[in-house]
């Protein structure tokens, strides 16, 4: 029976030109990390609280790069643009880490272009996702899912494919040599199937809708947004590193992290004032009611993400320190990744066939039991004793389980939220914000509360807390549903719903 025959539209050509995306700035993200990973065997003096640092700083430079991205693709060029301008970058830091020779300071400003070009096309490549997806369509929880199946997907595999190809833990150029060549496949496969991906008007399922185009002039804008990002972060990295911010030579040399808290700090205030600002197009037309109410709603589904994104880092983290064995944590970290890819695809597969039914479920349903399962997840870790104590590894299994599961309703569902209720002209800003403000609450939370894994008494606490928090915010979330639903205005209602008088995010204009 032919999708047409059976009422489903198969997904958009376009999705799996950006899963391919996606896997690939996924695979640059394991590629700094396996870098890293051999430069803390080769400086093994350095202390574990600078590591956390450096992982830390490098996240940093990832938000922030997240955040102007988004700045960029809604300000300046189009999502698309930017996007391609990410993977260049990514390329050129990767290629920059590959040929190195192991110097310092080239290792380390790869690693930082190679991290800010990859974190500055991904909103971008979520807001084209979302756009691929009229108002109301069935298949977009279904298409985020996937795209969280194929981040997870291309982090099982990556870690080990680019150790094999390395030769070992000490020499990361066969791996880097890899990422090298599939992101230059990337792009060339981004020249080619651009056409299949959404421009400014488009609407699904309309064969004379717009699709994207690049010109000689685009290429110029892409050019000059790679040259100016690229050198200013390439600068910056240097910058760290000649100040011995962010030196590995030397034991301690980690100085400290406030003067990128400083930089990530002023950006986030300069994004929240750019993109507040009506563009040229929108000049006379402030924020409308329906727009601002719609944004009200996103509060409490962000309130859910961070809590969700901070007990998960915080249980990972106790995870490390309680399976102290090699083989039991292997072993977990085997059982946790397939429940994660096996939830993602029954997830994905039983959107598509809900969605597409009369007995949809709401996006902020979906969300309350993700946020119920990681609560579940956190208060059956409270049950977890001293470190290799009885029954320790069946109650971890237990609750990653159960907290894979609530991510992968969590996160996707919550991202195609973002996409169904963030101002047009302001969505690539919302996605990096909505992206990046759960990950730096998370980092720098975590660095306080690893101090408690060996103190049972105080991380039954902490958990306790996070489990509660999350168990009420879930009933909440179900409870206020008819509430949020009228704060909406018709964003999750299909097209034919438009008699109803349901006002739609496509009448108030790009």
Known sequence: MSARDDGFEPQPAGLWLLLLLQIGLVLVWVGVEVAMLAQREMYRHILVSDVRVIETARLLFGCTASLIGGVLADRVMSPLKVLIAGLMLALLGTGTMFLSGRSPALLVGGMVVATVGSWLAQPCLLAQLGELYRQGDPRRDSGFTWLEVAVHGARVIGFPVLFLTSGGVEATEGGLAVVVVLLLLLLIAVAVGHRALPAVGYVAGDEDAPRAQLGRRDGLQVGACVVVVGLATLGLGLLLVAARVLDLSAEGSVRTMRPLMLVFTIVLGVVIVVSGRPTRA?????????????????????????????????????????????????????????????????????????????????????????????????????????????????????????????????????????????????????????????????????????????????????????????????????????????????????????????????????
């Open 282 to 510: 929108a000049a006379g037309r402030p924020l409308q009611r329906v727009e601002g109410e719609r944004l009200l709603v996103l509060l409490p589904l962000l309130l859910v993400v961070l809590v969700s994104v901070v007990e998960s880092q915080a249980r990972s983290a106790w995870e490390g320190a309680l399976l102290t064995s090699g083989s039991t944590m292997a072993q977990f970290s085997t059982v946790s990744s397939a429940v994660w890819l096996g939830a993602g695809v029954a997830l994905a597969l039983l959107w598509r066939r809900l969605d597409g039914s009369s007995r949809r479920p709401s996006g902020v349903v979906k969300m309350a039991l993700g946020a119920l399962c990681v609560g579940l997840a956190a208060a059956v870790f409270v049950g977890v004793g001293a470190p290799g104590g009885e029954g320790a590894v069946g109650i971890a299994t237990v609750s990653a389980a159960l907290g894979a599961v609530g991510l992968m309703l969590v996160l996707p569902i919550g991202r195609a939220m973002v996409t169904k209720l963030a101002p047009p002209r302001q969505l690539a800003t919302c996605l990096g914000a909505w992206g990046t403000l759960p990950l730096v609450v998370s980092a720098l939370m975590t660095v306080h509360l690893d101090g408690v894994a060996a103190m049972v008494d105080a991380r039954r606490a902490v958990g306790g807390r996070f489990a509660l928090a999350l168990l009420v915010g879930g009933v909440a979330l179900l409870r206020g549903l008819p509430v949020l639903r009228r704060g909406m205005h018709g964003a999750e209602e299909p097209p034919a719903a438009r008699e109803t008088g349901f006002v739609y995010r496509g009448n108030l204009g790009a």
